[in-house]
Each structure stands twice: as C-alpha cells, then as structure tokens.
C-alpha cells in the first residue's frame, strides 16, 4: 500500500465521519410549544323547569356560560344547579356572583376575603349540572 493511497482512504474516512456528525447536530434550537391547560367543563344553561322546581328563582336571566368564566348580567347571581338523586329534581347547589376557570377547577370570585375560593370543595355536584341566573328580592 503506498503512502498516497493511505492518505486517501484516511481523507475519505474522514469525510464520512464529518457528514456523519453533521447529520446529528441539529440546525434549529426547538421551540417550546405553549403548555396544555385544564379546561373547566362548560355547562349548559338551566331550563325554566328547573328554576321551576327549585323555587329559588325571583327574575331567570341567561347566564354568559364559557370555558373561563360564568356570569350573570347586573345584581343576577350565578345558580350552579345540580340533580338531587332522591328526586331526579334540580337543586341550588351552590349560588355565587361569579365563577372563573382556573387549571381545569371553578373559583367563586366573589369570596368575602378577595381570594378566589373553589366552587365544589368536595367534588359533590350531581349530573346533569346547568346554570342559571336569578335575581333574589
């Protein structure tokens, strides 16, 4: 083997490796993608027959019902209505001025302390839950 086509073979061993390396350095710093975030559930506006049975509505309004936030127009007050299971009738579980959506959990926001308090602590609303607004005298 002479000398010159030892200095070929080691340039073309060369040259694999390079193209080989540069194939592995990557030519674009990766982007982070914007992160998931927990959805509430959106639930949907109760029925005049619910706030029939529940007899806690005074004026029924239409609650803005969206993925962040539930609220109601003026004085109305948010009526979260879930479904006692005794009766299959609609109950007032929980009345507030306003909800929000904070990692996938509904908030009061009307806390008297100013800090946003969990709507439903203990995981206790019954299916079918909606929404209602009332204005209480």
């Known amino acids: 083997m ?5 200095v070929m073979r080691w340039l073309a061993v060369l040259s694999c490796v390079v193209a080989a390396a540069t194939a592995c350095i990557p030519t674009k710093t990766p982007e982070p993608g914007i992160p998931a975030t927990k959805q509430c559930p959106v639930w949907p506006a109760a029925s005049t027959d619910d706030c029939t049975q529940m007899i806690a ?3 029924v309004g239409t609650a803005a ?3 962040t936030s539930i609220k109601c127009k003026d004085d109305f007050q948010v009526i979260i209505v879930d479904t006692d299971p005794a009766t299959g009738m ?14 996938g959990v509904w ?14 602590p203990t995981n206790t609303l019954r299916a079918p839950v909606r929404v209602a607004c009332a204005f209480f005298k």
């Open 57 to 59: 509505c005074g004026s």
């Open 90 to 103: 609609a109950n007032a579980a929980y009345v507030v001025y306003e909800t929000v959506c904070m990692n």
């Open 107 to 120: 908030y009061s926001k009307d806390s008297a302390a100013g800090t946003p308090q969990i709507l439903d």
């Open 65 to 67: 019902i969206s993925s």
């Open 2 to 6: 002479t000398a010159q086509s030892t």
